[in-house]
C-alpha cells in the first residue's frame, strides 16, 4: 500500500517526471501530477472539477509553490517549473528527500540543511486540501504562492485572456467559479507566463500556458505546525485541510479492508474511476483526459463493482445505462459535446455485466427489472439496427460495419479513416453476442420462464462460429466475411471465444498458445503480432502518429484478464508462475498506484496513453482474485 520514492528518482527531473501521481475527488474531478512537482501536461493541477460531470472538466488551482525563509534570513524556493525558453526554475525539486504515495496519497519531504518541510493533499467532492508542515528544525517562514487559471482541462489559457479575480479576507475568488483560502494571504496579480508542459509537447500539441498568481498565503511555523490551504467550487464551506487529507486515508483503509497488499492497492486504485454524478454512479474511463464511455465501464464492471463489494452501487449503475438504450444500442460516450451511439460492442457488453451481476450478486430483482432492455437489445441485433449492425439470418452470426466508421473497441481513426475498421463478423463481437445469448437465457431459467429460444439462437451461433473461425494459421480468423474476405491478422481478440462464461470455447488450444507466443508481454497483450508487415511498435508520436499505432501493435493491459481466462478455461492450470509480475511492479513505474491504458509493443515496453485507465484496473484485479 505504500511506495518509496528517494533522491535517484523524485530529485532527478526526468526520472521523477516520469512517475506520476492522482488523488480522484469521486465526482471526476482530481488532483494530479509527477513525483518531482514539476507540470508537465495540461491536465496537471491541485485542483482539477467535473464542471458537472466528468465529460467536461476545469483547471483551476494549478499550484502551490513553496517558499521557505530561514532563521538566516535566507530565501529558499522548494517548486520546479520548465519554461518554454527551456529554462528549469526554480529547482526545488534537488532538495527533495523522499516522496511517498501511500493509500494512493501522495507525501514530499524537503530537506534544507536541519529544516525538514513536507506536503500533504487530498482532493473530495470538488475540493481539494493542502497541508504543508514543518517537520524538523528551529521555526521557520513558509509562504505559498497560489499559481490559478480557469479554463478547460484540454485546452490552455494565455495572459491576454484575462482571469477575473476578486480578493477576500482569507484567499480569493475566480471567475465566480471557485475559491481559495489560508491564512496569511497578500494579494497578488502578476502572470507567470510561458509555462512549459513537456508531455504534451511530446504528444504533439500546444505545450504552453500563462498562469496567473492569486497572492501567497504565510505562516510563521515550529515543528509540529501545519499551514493548511483549500480550494474548492461550490456554496459549501469544506473541512480544514487536514480533515480532508485524514478522510481520505481513512476512506483508503476502508476500501483495503483485509485484502492482500496487491489486491488492496487495486481496490484502492480502482476507486479513483466510481464516481457520483448529477444522474448517479458512473465511471471514469481515464486520467486526465477520458470522461464516460459505455463500452470501458461495462468492460471495467465486473472488477470495478462486483470485486470490491460495490454492487449496490452497480445496481444503480446497469438501471441508469439501462435507460439510454436506443434500437438495442448503449450510449456510447458524450465526451465529444453528444450522446452517440457509435459502438458495436457496449450493449453486448451489458449483457455480460448484467449477467455477471445477478449471478455474484445473487440480485433476482435487478434480474427481473432488466430482462426485457436485454430482451430489447437481442431483438434489435436480430431485426438489424444502425450501421449494419445484424445478425447474418443464414448462420445466426453478428455482422457491422458501415464506410467511415470503427464500431469495435479498436476504434481509431485518422482523419475520419478508420485505422482497423473490422467490417464484417469480428471475432470478439461473435464471441459476446454468443456469450450474450447464454447470459438471457441464463437470467431467463433463473426466473422460472421459458429460455429455449434463447439457447437454440446461441446453439445455431457457436455451430456457425466453430465452423468459419479457425483458420488455416493455427489461430482464428480476426474478421470473416469482411469486404476483402477473411482477415487472419493474429490479434488477441479472439480470447474472448475461450475467457467469457457462455462463449464459444473451441476444443482447440492452438489459437491461446498462438497469442502467447506472439503476442504476450510483461504489461498485458500486444494488439497485432509482431511479424505482421502493418505492425508499429512504439505508440508515440503526434495525434496521427499514435492514432496509427493504437491498435496496430501497442500493447493494452485491460487484456491480461481475458487472456489469463482464456487459460484458466482452455488449457486448465496452466497460467504461468509469475504471469503479472510485470503489471504489479508497473504500479510503481508510471502512473504510481494504477495501471496505464497502454505500453510500446516493442520491447522494453514504455507505458503509454492515459496513466491511470479504469479497465486495465479492473481486469487485472479480477484476474489477481481469481488467481
Known amino acids: 500500500m505504500a511506495y518509496l520514492f ?14 506520476e501521481w492522482l488523488v480522484a475527488d469521486g465526482r471526476g474531478g482530481y488532483a494530479m501530477g509527477t513525483l518531482s512537482g514539476l507540470r508537465t501536461r495540461r491536465y496537471h493541477g491541485l485542483l482539477v472539477v467535473a464542471d458537472p460531470a466528468p465529460a467536461r472538466r476545469m483547471l483551476a488551482l494549478a499550484a502551490l509553490d513553496p517558499v521557505l525563509e530561514l532563521p538566516s534570513g535566507a530565501t529558499v524556493r522548494l517548486a520546479v517549473h520548465e519554461w518554454a525558453s527551456g529554462v528549469v526554475d526554480p529547482v526545488g525539486h ?37 497541508v504543508h508542515r514543518l517537520v524538523a528544525g528551529p521555526p521557520v517562514g513558509l509562504s505559498l504562492a497560489a499559481l490559478g487559471t480557469w479554463r478547460d482541462a484540454h485546452a490552455e489559457r494565455r495572459s491576454g485572456d484575462g482571469l477575473r479575480v476578486v480578493p477576500v479576507a482569507d484567499g480569493a475568488v ?52 501545519a499551514l493548511e490551504v483549500v480550494a474548492w467550487t461550490g456554496s459549501r464551506v469544506p473541512p480544514p485541510a487536514g480533515e480532508i487529507v485524514a478522510s481520505a486515508r481513512q476512506r483508503a483503509a476502508r476500501i483495503a479492508g483485509g485484502r492482500d497488499s496487491v489486491e488492496a492497492t487495486l481496490a484502492v486504485a480502482a476507486d479513483a474511476f466510481v464516481v457520483s454524478t448529477p444522474t448517479g454512479p458512473d465511471v471514469v474511463a481515464g486520467y486526465p483526459w477520458f470522461g464516460v464511455w459505455s463500452r470501458d465501464t461495462m468492460t471495467a464492471y465486473e472488477g470495478l463493482f462486483l470485486a470490491t463489494g460495490r454492487a449496490d452501487e452497480g445496481r444503480d449503475l446497469l438501471r441508469s445505462y439501462a435507460a439510454t438504450v436506443s434500437d438495442g444500442m448503449l450510449a456510447n460516450t458524450a465526451d465529444t459535446g453528444a450522446t452517440e451511439y457509435n459502438t458495436a460492442d457496449a450493449a453486448l457488453w451489458f449483457l455480460h455485466a448484467v449477467g455477471r451481476h445477478v449471478e455474484v450478486a445473487g440480485d433476482d430483482d435487478l434480474a427481473a427489472d432488466l430482462l426485457p432492455t436485454l430482451e430489447a437489445i437481442v431483438a434489435a441485433h436480430l431485426a438489424g439496427t444502425r450501421f449494419g449492425i445484424r445478425v447474418d439470418p443464414t448462420e ?38 454468443i456469450n450474450g445469448l447464454g447470459a438471457v437465457a441464463a437470467l431467463r431459467e433463473r426466473l422460472g420462464q421459458d429460455a429455449a429460444d434463447a439457447r437454440r439462437l446461441r446453439f445455431r451461433a457457436v455451430e456457425a462460429f466453430a465452423a468459419r473461425y479457425p483458420s488455416p494459421h493455427g489461430w482464428l480468423y ?60 512504439r505508440h ?10 493504437y491498435h496496430q501493435g501497442t500493447v493494452w493491459p485491460w487484456l491480461i484478464g481475458p487472456y489469463t481466462d482464456a487459460l484458466r ?34 520491447p522494453g515496453h514504455t507505458a503509454t496513453g492515459c496513466p491511470y485507465q479504469a479497465w486495465s484496473v479492473a481486469e487485472l484485479l479480477r484476474a489477481w482474485r481469481n488467481g
Open 396 to 433: 445466426g452470426l453478428l455482422t457491422q460495419g458501415v464506410p467511415g466508421y470503427a464500431l469495435t473497441w479498436m476504434d481509431a481513426r485518422v482523419e475520419g479513416v478508420p485505422v482497423t475498421p473490422r467490417h464484417g463478423k469480428a471475432v470478439e463481437l461473435n464471441a459476446l453476442w
Open 94 to 130: 534537488t532538495l527533495l528527500d523522499c516522496v511517498e504515495v501511500r493509500d494512493g496519497l501522495p507525501r514530499w519531504r524537503w530537506r534544507v540543511g536541519e529544516v525538514v518541510v513536507e506536503r500533504e493533499l487530498a482532493v473530495r467532492d470538488g475540493c481539494v486540501g493542502v
Open 478 to 537: 480476426d474478421v470473416v466475411d469482411g469486404p476483402d474476405g477473411d482477415d487472419a491478422a493474429l490479434r488477441p481478440n479472439q480470447l474472448l471465444a475461450w475467457s467469457l462464461p457462455y462463449g464459444p470455447r473451441l476444443d482447440d488450444p492452438r489459437p491461446v498458445h498462438a497469442v502467447t507466443r506472439a503476442l504476450l508481454t510483461p504489461l498485458g497483450l500486444r494488439s497485432l503480432a509482431p511479424d505482421d508487415p502493418a505492425y508499429l511498435g
Open 540 to 549: 508515440r508520436g503526434g495525434p496521427e502518429q499514435r492514432d496509427r499505432a
Open 569 to 602: 478455461r482452455r488449457v486448465p492450470g496452466q497460467v504461468p508462475e509469475g504471469l503479472f509480475d510485470g503489471l504489479v511492479a508497473h504500479l510503481g513505474e508510471w502512473g504510481v498506484f494504477s495501471v496505464s491504458e497502454t505500453a510500446d509493443g516493442d
Open 174 to 225: 475566480v471567475e465566480d467559479a471557485w475559491r481559495i483560502a489560508g491564512p496569511g494571504f497578500i494579494p497578488a496579480g502578476d502572470w507567470y507566463v510561458g509555462a512549459y508542459a513537456r508531455e504534451e509537447a511530446a504528444r504533439g500539441l500546444n505545450p504552453v500556458e500563462d498562469l496567473r498568481r492569486l497572492g501567497d498565503f504565510a505562516a510563521t511555523l515550529s515543528p509540529g505546525e
Open 6 to 19: 528517494g533522491t535517484q528518482v523524485c530529485a532527478d527531473l526526468d526520472a521523477g517526471a516520469r512517475r
